[in-house]
């Protein structure tokens, strides 16, 4: 599975910025998609995820300023950004989690090429 992101960008304090990511290639179920962020010397964080069944996790961070939003159809997922604040900035990074056959129930990952998001203050 490849994961394609399109979008961040530059943007002030305040500002709104949206993310999306598409997969495409070969598998059963696209059980899981959802969007990481990483800063340089720290760990990648979860940001936000959302399971087919529409249960969704934010980071407390993100709560209540953040929206992730799938087309399970299209194999989408977008993530909209409002009330950005510095501290938001970091390579963002696609994920999905994945069964390759209905005949394995395991979950395999991939990952989609970061995007830059600055929020300058």
């Known amino acids: 599975v490849q994961l394609q992101a399109s979008g961040g960008g530059l943007v002030q304090a305040g500002g709104s910025l949206r993310l999306s990511c598409v997969a495409s290639?070969?598998?059963?179920?696209?059980?899981?998609m959802g969007w990481y962020r990483q800063t340089p010397g720290k760990q990648r964080e979860l940001v936000a995820s959302?399971?087919?069944?529409?249960?969704?996790d934010y980071a407390d961070s993100v709560e209540g300023r953040f929206t992730i939003s799938r087309d399970i159809a299209r194999n989408t997922v977008t993530l909209q950004m409002n009330s950005l604040k510095p501290e938001d900035s970091a390579v963002y990074h696609c994920?999905?989690?994945?069964?390759?056959?209905?005949?394995?129930?395991?979950?395999?990952?991939?990952w989609g090429q970061g995007t830059q998001v600055t929020v300058s203050s």
């Open positions: 994920a999905a989690d994945y069964r390759r056959s209905r005949w394995l129930s395991t979950q395999s990952r991939s």
């Open positions: 290639g070969s598998f059963y179920s696209m059980d899981v």
């Open positions: 959302m399971r087919n069944s529409g249960s969704i």
